[in-house]
């Protein structure tokens, strides 16, 4: 007699390897995940390109570097000569990110640079020896015609700006004496009378600011042309000193000064991972959302006085935080909250298509059902070797149990077709054990009936 082996079925081989095949997928899925995340983490340390030491980049950047620390990143700050020195460096590919006075970037390519902000106005201070001009001091910059000027250091935005705004009023090399200095050195050549007159571009508390301002024998030029200016050229706004504003006691300045500004903007390589950006735009709002001597409160940081374009991710995220409503960033330590960032939006709706069409897979939904029935059959087989034993109590409630479990099988549960015949094989069986309890049941009732027809007294 021979004995005929089942050959083995794609069903069959499905069916006994489909939990080992599913933990497999998952395990990979997790593993591509996790490789994925672990690519796009940020870098824990970077580059901020700054101005000199002691400037108004330098020092903001400080800040930066004190708010970055406390979130677990680096940023490791580089002097360079100026705007247009860190404005090279960035495009390239020195440095990632760097402060750029405005103006600068204006024709630069949108494909390798972008703004990320601007964060604070940086007047335009023009300050004469007041001996230079025994006739009166000036108050438009044609008037500066045959006169030593400072106009800031090779590389620097000073420069770039002050050669432009004499040239749109005619002072050019070829009438005038421009001298390259920086900050340092043009104060220094001011005071000793080496110049008549000199360019900054700073903010007000800078120490080269202070020790200008203060002293009597400078003066600080009126820009009597400041609107016009302006209206040529658009990264310039007028800004106005009121009498008094700089210093109460001693009165200055002696009369109110209109100045033009331009705006500190930061500029980044398309390349920047956008946590650091997120970073960066925490630490922009939380140094400069209270504003300065020139700035409302809230003014900056914006998206307004910007050279490039701004991401509208950067920007969307820069007037949550602004805002109040990044809720993330106030309950979540700042990794967590930028993972959930970037992932939620993407994740989510991925979760919504993937896992309906997870549950629609055949080899899925057939792993489900038939673990589902494995399940009943190893109730209903602990039931069967239990029988013998029970009591009638215990029998009566299996009874029940299992009635009930062949009720709901025959109208709440619904199958395919293709899985009628194991949902009515496993029905049988149900059937088969209720009856092998009605059989213990009735053994139980007619021991009991002997038992007390014995212990009946004799009539």
């Known amino acids: 007699m021979s004995i005929r082996r089942q050959v083995p079925t794609v069903s069959s081989f499905l069916d006994k390897y489909a939990k080992w095949m599913i933990a497999l997928g998952v395990v990979l899925l997790v593993a591509v995940l996790a490789y994925l995340f672990w690519r796009t983490l940020p870098p824990r340390q970077f580059t901020l390109l700054t101005g000199r030491e002691g400037g108004a980049y330098y020092n903001t950047a400080l800040k930066y570097q004190q708010i970055a620390k406390d979130r677990g990143f680096t940023i490791n700050i580089e002097p360079t000569a100026g705007s247009v020195a860190a404005l090279e460096m960035l495009r390239n590919g020195e440095a990632d990110i760097g402060f750029v006075q405005g103006g600068l970037a204006v024709n630069e390519d949108p494909t390798q640079l972008s703004s990320m902000a601007s964060v604070f106005y940086e007047p335009v201070w023009v300050f004469l020896r007041k001996d230079a001009f025994p006739e009166g001091f000036p108050t438009r910059l044609s ?3 045959g006169k030593r000027i400072g106009v800031g250091e090779d590389g620097s935005g000073t ?43 700073m903010g007000l508390g ?19 042309q400041a609107d016009a200016y302006a209206a040529k050229f658009p990264y310039l706004v007028p800004v106005t000193i009121p009498k008094g504003a700089i210093n109460l006691i001693n009165d200055i300045p002696s009369e109110d000064k209109q100045l033009v500004a331009t705006t500190a903007n930061l500029v980044v390589r398309n390349s920047f991972h956008p946590d650091l950006l997120r970073l960066m735009t925490i630490a922009a709002v939380q140094t400069h959302e209270a504003g300065d001597f020139f700035a409302k409160r809230y003014e900056f940081p914006n998206a307004v006085n910007t050279d490039l374009p701004v991401n509208k991710k950067v920007a969307a995220y820069l007037e949550r935080i602004k805002s109040g409503e990044s809720t993330l960033d106030n309950y979540l330590p700042f990794w967590a909250a930028a993972i959930i960032d970037r992932y939620l939006l993407f994740v989510v709706p991925i979760a919504l298509i993937f896992l309906p069409m997870l549950s629609r897979s055949p080899v899925v939904y057939t792993t489900f059902v038939r673990n589902k029935v494995r399940r009943w059959y ?10 013998e034993s029970m009591d009638l ?22 199958l395919s077709t293709s899985y009628m015949p194991e949902l009515y094989q496993l029905r049988l069986h149900l059937n088969y054990v209720i009856e092998k309890l009605h059989r213990r049941e009735q053994q139980l009732v007619g021991m009991e009936q002997a038992a007390g027809l014995a212990a009946a007294p004799a009539g």
């Open 143 to 145: 008037e500066l015609a």
């Open 159 to 201: 420069q770039a700006l002050a050669t432009t705004l004499l040239g749109a009023s005619g002072i050019i090399p070829e009438n005038s004496t421009f001298v390259h200095l920086s900050t340092a050195d043009a104060t220094e050549q001011l005071k000793d009378d080496r110049i008549d007159a000199a360019f900054f571009v």
């Open 206 to 224: 800078t120490t080269a600011g202070k020790a200008l301002t203060s002293d009597p024998e400078l003066e600080l030029m009126n820009f009597e």
């Open 378 to 387: 190893k109730y209903l087989r602990g039931v069967e070797m239990d029988v």
């Open 393 to 414: 109590a215990h029998v009566r409630e299996q009874i029940g149990q299992l009635e009930a479990l062949d009720e709901q099988l025959g109208t709440q549960l619904n």
